[in-house]
């Protein structure tokens, strides 16, 4: 399995020791872990570099786009000839809280795409309550050469359909096991099994049986489930499929 969206930080598991066992309770299993900011891009260096099956997507979120200065990118930058590094990420646009930086986050979101595209790295995109920006952005932007994975995926089935035309891949987390995640079920049941990766945002947004509790990379295997509860096929389909997917795109450096 591999868990191609997380947040291994301390500061969302508390305590070393806990951060440790999360990582334990993925066995032999790979995790990208995300950073969202300069601050914690340091610790997923540290990270990937203590735990051999942990790899790292470096980035600035838009919630934190004041961290996007020129200084920071150049940063960013130097770091993405790391080998345990495999993307840039997490970036995009969220205008879920505020609209009013609308215009900084495109900015940023744009300097970032750039930098994907000069090293041919996946950009890993948070996109919420900005679909028109991120399209047209994306239908821009994107020419083949580099992965494009819209983290999260929250929107329609037909807009899946229009960033498929842009080669774009897409996250599938906890939501698709949740009762009011229908709109999700949707795109999954219609979008090809070899666009999905599997994801788990954590410690965020658990599946169910787990709902309202601390979520972690092991639980990925409930989305897996859930996947192949919607297409009607065998786990292991999933398993195989998506880690196939996984490894092209984000040029993993492991055996299958």
Not at 40 to 63: A, D, F, K
Not at 114 to 133: G, W
């Amino acid at each position: 399995m591999i868990d191609t969206h997380c947040h291994l930080l301390l500061e969302e598991y508390s305590t070393e020791e806990r951060l440790n066992e999360v990582i334990l309770n993925m066995k032999n299993n790979i995790m990208i872990t995300s950073s969202t900011n300069i601050k914690n891009m340091v610790e997923t260096l540290n990270i990937v570099q203590r735990y051999s099956q942990v790899y790292g997507v470096i980035g600035i979120h838009p919630e934190d786009v004041d961290d996007g200065t020129e200084k920071n990118l150049k940063i960013l930058e130097s770091h993405l000839h790391d080998p345990k590094i495999v993307g840039v990420g997490e970036i995009g646009l969220d205008y879920h809280y505020t609209k009013e930086n609308r215009v900084k986050q495109i900015k940023l979101f744009k300097k970032q795409l750039q930098l994907a595209k000069k090293y041919h790295l996946p950009c890993v995109i948070h996109s919420r309550d900005a679909l028109e920006d991120t399209y047209n952005i994306l239908k821009e932007e994107a020419d083949g050469s580099f992965p494009i994975i819209l983290h999260c995926y929250g929107y329609s089935l037909d807009m899946a359909k229009k960033f498929m035309e842009l080669d774009v891949y897409f996250g599938i987390g906890g939501v698709v096991t949740f009762k009011n995640g229908k709109k999700l079920v949707s795109v999954v049941k219609e979008i090809p099994l070899n666009h999905l990766l599997l994801e788990t945002d954590s410690p965020y947004l658990s599946p169910e049986p787990y709902r309202g509790q601390k979520n972690e990379p092991c639980n990925v295997i409930k989305i897996a489930e859930k996947i192949a509860e919607i297409k009607e096929i065998d786990v292991e389909t999933v398993l195989k499929t998506t880690t196939e997917t996984a490894i092209r795109q984000f040029d993993l450096n492991i055996e299958f």
